[in-house]
């Protein structure tokens, strides 16, 4: 199984919004709606932020979307703040019953 | 609360095993499957398999086929992950995380380092 397909880096300033996509295959993002987003700070355990697809855990701001169409999902951040900067990774399950993750986008507030 | 608590940093010689364990408490452990996740040094996240608490069914990534076992003591609420045969590429924070169907819970991360 082969990683999701997500953006090396993306950046914004303070204020803006930003979207990180995950592209995926027929074989997991299309097939299943089990597709969930996961925030990491340096040298800290990934936090959950957006599942499936578009749903978020109590505590999570609403500055935090997910969406999606087709193979590709995306996370959407609006009003970007400083603290959102960190790296972020989408997940999804699969046909083989397995799990995948993304490469992982590292997002700069400038 | 809801909590996974992982045993301690482990150093390793290449070829050998290693067996990191996950403790959970604050809910019914039978009821989530609980996932191995690690993460190489700057690296990505890497999915490695899943145990069913309740019937003690795994799912192992094709990567790591052969050389991972994933079991639990529903006793001591705890989920064990050995990974034998390790190698300089094995160094990673092996993290165990609960499916609830997505990762809401996680332990602190295990470093494991492989190095003669």
């Known amino acids: 199984q082969s990683a999701l397909t997500q953006p090396a880096s993306v950046s914004g300033s303070p204020g803006q919004s930003i979207t990180i996509s995950c592209t995926g295959t027929?074989?997991?993002?299309?097939?299943?709606?089990?597709v969930s987003w996961y925030q990491q700070h340096p040298g800290k355990a990934p936090k959950l932020m957006i599942y499936e697809v578009s749903d978020r855990p109590s505590g999570v701001s609403n500055r935090f979307s997910g969406s999606k169409s087709g193979n590709t999902a995306s996370l959407t951040i609006s009003g970007l703040q400083a603290e959102d900067e960190a790296d972020y990774y989408c997940?999804?399950?699969?046909?083989?019953?397995?799990?995948?993750f993304g490469g992982g986008t590292k997002l700069t507030v400038l | 609360q809801i909590q996974l608590v992982q045993s301690g940093a482990e150093v390793r010689n290449p070829g050998a095993s290693l067996k990191v364990s996950c403790e959970a408490s604050?809910?019914?452990?039978?009821?989530?499957?609980i996932h191995w996740v690690r993460q190489a040094p700057g690296q990505r996240l890497e999915w490695m398999g899943w145990?069913?608490?309740?019937?003690?069914?795994?799912i192992y990534s094709q990567t790591f086929q052969g050389r991972i076992s994933i079991t639990r003591d529903t006793s001591a609420s705890t989920v064990y992950m050995e990974l034998s045969s390790l190698r300089s590429e094995d160094t990673a924070v092996y993290y165990c995380?609960?499916?609830?169907?997505?990762?809401?819970?996680w332990g602190q991360g295990t470093l494991v380092t492989v190095s003669s």
């Open positions: 145990i069913n608490t309740g019937n003690g069914d795994t």
């Open positions: 604050g809910y019914t452990f039978t009821s989530y499957r």
């Open positions: 995380a609960r499916w609830g169907p997505y990762f809401d819970y």
């Open positions: 027929s074989s997991d993002i299309r097939g299943y709606n089990s």
């Open positions: 997940s999804s399950y699969t046909i083989s019953n397995t799990l995948v």
